[in-house]
């Protein structure tokens, strides 16, 4: 495996201990519907709270705060594989809360953490890819140049 996929499972594995040390239980972890995926799938201690973690993990913060490498396809793609998990399991009666987990450190040295509760807006995901999808239609319409 690469490096980079290692230090990524690490942080993975980081970010649900930390979650799990919260309260949390951890349902699902690199969870898939097609090729779109969510790295941790939790659930609060009341239950009544469904959580969507995207993890980033990074050695160094030179680059910037890992989660600001989430864009918005990413978190296009987040939303879609959550709206598939909530069916699957038939959840549709929790709350959804979408979050991002930083982690910048390495095994030898250790770690921060960051938790950024509802991490981003929903509806400006769909919001954007809406417009660029009308975008998209109104430029193939016959006599448009």
């Excluded at 160094?60 to 879609?80: F, H, Q, S, W």
């Excluded at 009666?93 to 953490?113: A, F, K, Q």
């Excluded at 991490?119 to 239609?137: H, L, M, P, W």
Aim: hydrophobic share 35%; with cysteine.
């Amino acid at each position: 495996m690469a490096a980079h996929n290692d230090l990524g499972r690490w942080g993975e594995d980081m970010a649900a201990e930390y979650l799990f040390r919260k309260g949390w239980y951890i349902r699902h972890r690199d969870w898939h519907s097609g090729h779109r995926d969510i790295d941790i799938v939790a659930i609060d201690e009341d239950m009544t709270t469904l959580l969507m973690v995207e993890v980033k993990t990074r050695t160094t913060a030179v680059m910037g705060e890992p989660d600001k490498a989430i864009d918005a396809m990413k978190r296009n793609n987040i939303l879609m594989a959550a709206e598939a998990y909530v069916r699957m399991y038939m959840l549709e009666h929790l709350t959804v809360r979408y979050d991002t987990i930083s982690v910048v450190g390495t095994p030898e040295s250790g770690c921060t953490i960051e938790h950024k509760e509802n991490a981003f807006d929903v509806t400006s995901s769909f919001q954007f890819y809406e417009e660029k999808r009308r975008r998209a239609n109104y430029n193939r319409r016959p006599g448009c140049w």
